[in-house]
Protein backbone atom coordinates (compact mmCIF):
# COMPACT_ATOMS: atom_id res chain seq x y z
CA UNK A 1 0.00 0.00 0.00
CA UNK A 2 0.98 3.66 -0.23
CA UNK A 3 3.72 4.71 2.46
CA UNK A 4 4.28 8.13 3.81
CA UNK A 5 7.64 8.17 5.44
CA UNK A 6 8.11 11.49 8.13
CA UNK A 7 10.87 12.92 9.62
CA UNK A 8 12.25 12.72 12.50
CA UNK A 9 9.77 11.11 14.52
CA UNK A 10 11.07 13.65 17.83
CA UNK A 11 12.87 16.92 17.74
CA UNK A 12 13.87 18.80 20.48
CA UNK A 13 15.27 22.52 19.89
CA UNK A 14 15.86 25.60 21.49
CA UNK A 15 13.78 28.36 20.99
CA UNK A 16 14.86 31.01 18.32
CA UNK A 17 16.07 28.06 15.95
CA UNK A 18 14.23 26.21 12.86
CA UNK A 19 13.10 22.92 12.40
CA UNK A 20 13.04 21.22 9.48
CA UNK A 21 10.46 18.24 8.94
CA UNK A 22 10.25 15.79 5.73
CA UNK A 23 7.79 13.86 4.65
CA UNK A 24 8.25 11.27 1.57
CA UNK A 25 5.71 9.61 -0.64
CA UNK A 26 7.38 5.98 -0.98
CA UNK A 27 5.86 4.68 -3.85
CA UNK A 28 3.11 6.51 -5.09
CA UNK A 29 3.01 10.62 -6.41
CA UNK A 30 2.19 13.23 -4.18
CA UNK A 31 0.49 15.57 -6.06
CA UNK A 32 -0.59 17.44 -3.17
CA UNK A 33 0.49 17.30 0.61
CA UNK A 34 -1.12 17.95 3.56
CA UNK A 35 0.33 19.27 6.93
CA UNK A 36 -1.84 19.51 9.88
CA UNK A 37 -0.96 20.04 13.65
CA UNK A 38 -2.55 18.14 16.35
CA UNK A 39 -2.25 19.23 20.52
CA UNK A 40 -3.19 16.63 23.23
CA UNK A 41 -6.47 15.25 22.93
CA UNK A 42 -7.80 17.23 20.12
CA UNK A 43 -8.21 16.01 16.63
CA UNK A 44 -5.98 17.60 13.80
CA UNK A 45 -5.66 20.85 12.23
CA UNK A 46 -5.30 21.80 8.82
CA UNK A 47 -2.41 23.79 8.80
CA UNK A 48 -1.94 24.33 5.02
CA UNK A 49 -2.16 22.51 1.39
CA UNK A 50 0.68 22.21 -0.84
CA UNK A 51 0.68 21.01 -4.43
CA UNK A 52 4.02 20.25 -6.35
CA UNK A 53 6.21 23.17 -8.21
CA UNK A 54 3.39 25.87 -6.47
CA UNK A 55 3.26 28.08 -3.17
CA UNK A 56 0.93 26.37 -0.54
CA UNK A 57 -2.29 27.46 0.74
CA UNK A 58 -2.51 28.41 4.29
CA UNK A 59 -5.10 28.34 6.31
CA UNK A 60 -6.92 31.05 8.15
CA UNK A 61 -4.58 31.92 11.54
CA UNK A 62 -1.04 30.04 10.63
CA UNK A 63 1.83 32.69 9.78
CA UNK A 64 3.14 31.31 6.40
CA UNK A 65 6.75 33.27 7.38
CA UNK A 66 6.66 30.87 10.24
CA UNK A 67 5.60 27.65 8.60
CA UNK A 68 7.31 27.39 5.62
CA UNK A 69 6.41 24.80 3.36
CA UNK A 70 8.24 23.47 0.48
CA UNK A 71 7.17 20.96 -2.51
CA UNK A 72 9.72 20.88 -4.44
CA UNK A 73 9.01 17.36 -6.56
CA UNK A 74 6.15 14.59 -6.47
CA UNK A 75 7.55 12.70 -3.55
CA UNK A 76 8.78 15.09 -1.19
CA UNK A 77 7.70 18.20 1.18
CA UNK A 78 9.16 20.11 3.56
CA UNK A 79 7.66 21.85 6.64
CA UNK A 80 10.06 24.38 8.45
CA UNK A 81 9.27 26.05 11.69
CA UNK A 82 11.18 29.33 11.46
CA UNK A 83 12.56 30.71 15.05
CA UNK A 84 10.50 28.06 16.77
CA UNK A 85 8.64 28.69 20.67
CA UNK A 86 7.21 27.24 22.74
CA UNK A 87 4.38 27.44 22.08
CA UNK A 88 5.07 25.85 18.61
CA UNK A 89 5.90 22.53 20.57
CA UNK A 90 2.95 20.24 19.43
CA UNK A 91 2.48 17.16 16.89
CA UNK A 92 2.58 17.80 13.48
CA UNK A 93 1.52 15.32 10.60
CA UNK A 94 1.51 15.13 6.61
CA UNK A 95 -0.82 13.40 4.83
CA UNK A 96 -0.41 12.97 0.60
CA UNK A 97 -3.21 12.52 -1.71
CA UNK A 98 -1.56 11.26 -4.86
CA UNK A 99 -2.16 10.15 -8.81
CA UNK A 100 -2.61 7.61 -9.50
CA UNK A 101 -1.51 5.75 -6.38
CA UNK A 102 -3.83 6.44 -3.37
CA UNK A 103 -5.56 8.60 -5.22
CA UNK A 104 -8.57 6.50 -5.29
CA UNK A 105 -8.25 4.72 -1.70
CA UNK A 106 -8.30 8.44 0.02
CA UNK A 107 -5.05 10.08 2.40
CA UNK A 108 -2.34 8.29 3.59
CA UNK A 109 -0.54 9.90 6.58
CA UNK A 110 3.04 9.87 7.93
CA UNK A 111 3.86 9.08 10.86
CA UNK A 112 4.12 12.27 12.80
CA UNK A 113 6.74 14.67 14.66
CA UNK A 114 6.94 15.39 17.94
CA UNK A 115 8.26 18.54 18.56
CA UNK A 116 9.25 20.14 21.64
CA UNK A 117 10.55 23.70 21.76
CA UNK A 118 12.59 24.59 24.98
CA UNK B 1 -19.09 24.85 6.41
CA UNK B 2 -18.55 20.66 6.96
CA UNK B 3 -18.76 20.14 10.53
CA UNK B 4 -17.87 16.84 11.87
CA UNK B 5 -18.91 15.42 15.36
CA UNK B 6 -18.32 12.07 16.30
CA UNK B 7 -19.85 10.38 19.12
CA UNK B 8 -18.88 9.07 21.76
CA UNK B 9 -15.73 11.36 23.11
CA UNK B 10 -14.59 8.07 24.86
CA UNK B 11 -15.59 4.45 25.20
CA UNK B 12 -14.25 1.75 27.67
CA UNK B 13 -15.71 -1.88 27.05
CA UNK B 14 -14.67 -5.55 28.34
CA UNK B 15 -12.61 -7.84 26.00
CA UNK B 16 -15.02 -9.45 23.17
CA UNK B 17 -17.80 -6.77 23.11
CA UNK B 18 -19.55 -5.52 19.91
CA UNK B 19 -19.13 -2.00 19.75
CA UNK B 20 -20.19 0.66 17.49
CA UNK B 21 -18.22 4.24 16.96
CA UNK B 22 -20.56 7.20 15.27
CA UNK B 23 -20.01 9.84 13.23
CA UNK B 24 -22.09 12.67 11.49
CA UNK B 25 -21.57 15.05 9.32
CA UNK B 26 -23.29 18.51 8.62
CA UNK B 27 -23.15 18.82 4.78
CA UNK B 28 -24.42 15.24 2.93
CA UNK B 29 -22.68 16.73 -0.56
CA UNK B 30 -19.55 14.80 0.53
CA UNK B 31 -16.92 12.57 -2.11
CA UNK B 32 -16.23 9.87 0.30
CA UNK B 33 -15.44 9.44 4.02
CA UNK B 34 -12.93 7.76 5.81
CA UNK B 35 -12.05 6.06 8.98
CA UNK B 36 -8.92 5.81 10.36
CA UNK B 37 -6.90 4.65 14.00
CA UNK B 38 -4.62 6.59 15.61
CA UNK B 39 -1.84 5.37 18.37
CA UNK B 40 -0.99 7.57 21.10
CA UNK B 41 1.87 9.56 19.30
CA UNK B 42 1.53 7.76 16.21
CA UNK B 43 0.32 9.04 12.74
CA UNK B 44 -3.27 8.16 11.49
CA UNK B 45 -3.46 4.62 9.79
CA UNK B 46 -6.39 4.49 7.41
CA UNK B 47 -8.75 1.72 8.31
CA UNK B 48 -11.87 1.65 6.08
CA UNK B 49 -12.93 3.99 3.27
CA UNK B 50 -16.28 4.21 1.48
CA UNK B 51 -17.01 6.53 -1.95
CA UNK B 52 -20.23 8.37 -1.56
CA UNK B 53 -22.21 5.89 -3.88
CA UNK B 54 -21.20 3.20 -1.19
CA UNK B 55 -23.33 2.25 1.39
CA UNK B 56 -20.77 -0.03 3.45
CA UNK B 57 -17.31 -1.33 3.76
CA UNK B 58 -15.75 -4.37 5.53
CA UNK B 59 -12.41 -5.41 6.62
CA UNK B 60 -11.78 -8.38 9.00
CA UNK B 61 -13.50 -7.18 12.41
CA UNK B 62 -14.50 -4.15 10.80
CA UNK B 63 -17.46 -2.53 8.99
CA UNK B 64 -18.51 0.98 8.37
CA UNK B 65 -21.78 2.22 6.74
CA UNK B 66 -22.72 5.17 5.22
CA UNK B 67 -25.99 6.79 5.01
CA UNK B 68 -25.14 10.14 2.89
CA UNK B 69 -28.81 11.25 2.88
CA UNK B 70 -28.93 11.77 6.76
CA UNK B 71 -25.24 12.42 7.60
CA UNK B 72 -23.65 9.64 9.51
CA UNK B 73 -21.50 6.79 9.32
CA UNK B 74 -20.72 4.37 12.17
CA UNK B 75 -17.92 1.83 12.71
CA UNK B 76 -18.94 -1.39 13.89
CA UNK B 77 -16.28 -3.08 15.61
CA UNK B 78 -16.75 -7.18 16.41
CA UNK B 79 -15.63 -8.96 19.03
CA UNK B 80 -12.77 -6.38 20.39
CA UNK B 81 -9.49 -6.85 21.39
CA UNK B 82 -7.21 -5.25 23.88
CA UNK B 83 -5.22 -4.52 20.41
CA UNK B 84 -8.05 -2.39 19.22
CA UNK B 85 -7.47 0.45 21.90
CA UNK B 86 -6.71 3.82 20.12
CA UNK B 87 -8.68 6.58 18.64
CA UNK B 88 -10.72 6.30 16.10
CA UNK B 89 -11.22 9.29 13.45
CA UNK B 90 -13.43 9.60 10.81
CA UNK B 91 -13.04 12.74 8.20
CA UNK B 92 -15.01 13.44 5.05
CA UNK B 93 -13.22 14.66 1.78
CA UNK B 94 -16.18 17.06 0.60
CA UNK B 95 -14.86 16.98 -3.27
CA UNK B 96 -11.84 14.81 -4.88
CA UNK B 97 -8.59 15.92 -3.98
CA UNK B 98 -10.16 18.38 -1.19
CA UNK B 99 -9.24 19.00 1.79
CA UNK B 100 -10.39 15.99 5.11
CA UNK B 101 -12.74 17.50 7.89
CA UNK B 102 -11.94 15.85 10.57
CA UNK B 103 -14.33 14.66 14.00
CA UNK B 104 -13.03 14.87 17.42
CA UNK B 105 -12.18 11.42 17.69
CA UNK B 106 -13.44 8.62 19.82
CA UNK B 107 -11.03 7.38 22.11
CA UNK B 108 -11.63 3.42 22.78
CA UNK B 109 -10.15 1.22 25.41
CA UNK B 110 -10.62 -2.78 25.28
CA UNK B 111 -10.58 -4.39 28.15
CA UNK B 112 -8.99 -7.55 28.96
Known amino acids: GAVVSQHPSRVICKSGTSVKIECRSL??????MFWYRQFPKQSLMLMATSNEGSKATYEQGVEKDKFLINHASLTLSTLTVTSAHPEDSSFYICSARGYPGPGNYGYTFGSGTRLTVV | KQEVTQIPAALSVPEGENLVLNCSFTDSAIYNLQWFRQDPGKGLTSLLLIQSSQREQTSGRLNASLDKSSGRSTLYIAASQPGDSATYLCAVEETSGSRLTFGEGTQLTVNP
Open chain 1, 27 to 32: DFQATT
